[in-house]
């Protein structure tokens, strides 16, 4: 029985794709353009793989609620009076109504808004008003049905928000392993979001027209762009990454579901600037810097821009095949979070990380828009550059090659 992604990629654009990269071709327009692929994109990569949801600042305290979305399904994540945040399907079993609309705090149980159905923070079903006309209600009629929340498997780690949809993704600590060994020169026990004057973390979003594969390949894939779109890197005489002799200044990582530029952080001073920072260092010893930075990303949705005195991370929601939603935040120290002296600097970074997404997100429109055109359906690889782009194409296509029903993901009676 032919695979249903036969339908999008001819068995000659898959070859193509495949090709050695001075051969090869990018994954067809339709990829990024068609409804239909993006949904073989949900069920095939999204609901396979471990994905980052959110930052756990989102649902801070005890008693938290927030409902969030994640390509369309309704999650919530839920701050436990045990102290332990949970994600569950925000679903009533018995309405089909979400069971939480709108974040709230301080709540010592979820109290659903159509039926006024009662669930512990563990989501447990604990009272079913007038189910059977009195006012508790009983709970008996239930036995044998599956009525409590439905949980999703979750981690938390470095502050960001894992989940696997499946229930079956490959082990989380493999999953992430990666990341921690770019990051084995800064310590990252004590990190914080920066906050406001008022001590509300610095979280901002975007809502971009495009699709989020074209984010990814140029969020951390794509180095070439650099001094072309961002006004930072066009004035910097370091920019592009490469030495009077043509050679790179800048190391490409490859390891698992990770991708990333590593360079020396004094090769790129005059472009970043980051001496008269007042923030701690975030070396293993305080007093020393880490030596290398990085600009990368974790497959499928997170990307980062490591400096020695902070960490900018932006998780990508797919929202549809021309629709990508991102959610924005800088890590510190924790005392550097919260200083309010340094309060001025935190909201500097933000605006810069802002503006140089403002920049992206001109062009990667631009590409969205660009896809629809009748002619050149596939573009092609620099050798020299696009070895990582080149790199994440084939892990799709990888992703999406086998289809499989998720015991978690089966409609439940």
């Known amino acids: ?60 305290t005890p008693g938290c609620l927030s409902p969030m979305e994640f390509a369309g399904i309704p999650l919530l994540v839920v701050h436990g009076d045990d102290g332990v945040l949970r994600v569950f399907h925000n679903i009533v079993a018995y309405d089909g109504c979400l069971a939480v609309i709108e974040s709230i705090q301080g709540q010592t149980e979820i109290v659903t808004p159509y039926h006024g159905w009662r669930y512990d923070l563990r989501g447990k079903l604990v009272a079913t008003p007038y189910w059977d006309g009195s006012e508790q209600g009983g709970l008996a009629a239930f036995k044998g049905r599956s009525v409590d929340l439905i949980e999703v498997r ?48 610095l979280f901002d979003s975007e809502d971009l027209a495009t699709n989020w594969k074209t984010h990814y390949e140029n ?12 006004e930072i ?24 579901a990770l991708m990333a530029l590593s360079y020396r952080e004094q090769d790129f001073s005059d472009t970043y600037q980051l ?9 293993v010893s305080p007093e020393v810097l880490p030596e290398r930075a990085f600009i990368g990303s974790l497959f499928p949705n997170l990307h980062m821009a490591v400096f020695p005195y902070f ?3 932006i998780i990508v929601h797919p929202v549809s095949a021309g629709q990508t939603r991102t959610l924005r935040a800088q890590f510190y120290e924790a005392t550097s979070a919260t200083d309010p002296d340094m309060l001025e600097v935190r909201l500097e970074h933000q605006h810069e990380f802002q503006q140089a997404g403002w920049e992206d997100g001109r062009i990667i429109e631009a590409i969205q ?14 050798p020299f550059w696009d070895n990582m782009r080149y790199t994440f194409s084939n892990a799709v296509l990888n992703a999406l090659r086998v289809s499989v029903q998720f015991p978690s993901l089966k409609k439940r009676g």
């Open 311 to 313: 960490i900018h991370f």
């Open 275 to 283: 001496d008269e920072l007042p923030f701690t260092p975030l070396g």
């Open 154 to 201: 979750s981690r938390i780690e470095l502050g960001i928000i894992f989940i696997d949809l499946s229930g079956v993704a490959d082990d989380f600590d493999h999953h992430i392993a990666p990341l921690h060994t770019l990051l084995s020169d800064y310590r990252t026990d004590n990190l914080d979001i920066g906050r406001d004057a008022e001590g509300a973390s």
């Open 219 to 230: 969020w951390a894939i794509n180095v070439l762009h650099e001094g072309f779109t961002h």
């Open 369 to 382: 828009k660009a896809r629809r055109s009748p002619v050149y359906q596939q573009q092609f690889y620099s």
């Open 1 to 60: 029985m032919p695979d249903s992604l036969d339908i999008f990629i001819t068995q000659e654009q898959w070859a193509s794709v495949c090709a050695p990269i001075e051969k090869a071709r990018t994954l067809p327009n339709q990829a990024f353009t068609s409804e239909a692929f993006f949904e073989l994109e949900v069920e095939r990569l999204f609901c396979r793989q471990w994905i980052a949801l959110g930052f756990m600042q989102q649902t801070p």
């Open 233 to 256: 890197y066009a004035e910097s005489s370091q920019i592009p990454r490469v030495d009077e002799k043509g050679e790179k200044t800048y190391v490409e990582l490859i390891d698992g």
